[in-house]
């Protein structure tokens, strides 16, 4: 996903990745990146039909769009409504 990331950013449109697994797409030192703390594999956003949570990763998402950060740094972020 880095890759098609990197390629978007390369357009001039900035992304950012929601990750799971913190360890290996930090291998891949992402443009800007968040890591859902504690969110089970096949919840990226958050439970099917907790549109709360959901709401809340992708508003942290787009928080981050207006951040000036290193390439790699994968941010953690508590979601406590998961």
Partial sequence: MV????????????TVLVTLD??????MRPPRAIHPVGF???HS???PHDVETQK???KEALQQLTI???PGQIHDK???SY
């Fill in 3 to 14: 890759a098609v990331q990197r390629a978007i950013e390369m357009q001039g449109i900035p």
């Fill in 22 to 27: 913190k360890e290996q797409s930090g291998l």
């Fill in 40 to 42: 089970q594999f096949g």
């Fill in 45 to 47: 956003l958050g439970k």
């Fill in 56 to 58: 809340a990763v992708i």
């Fill in 68 to 70: 000036k950060q290193e």
């Fill in 78 to 80: 508590e979601f406590p």
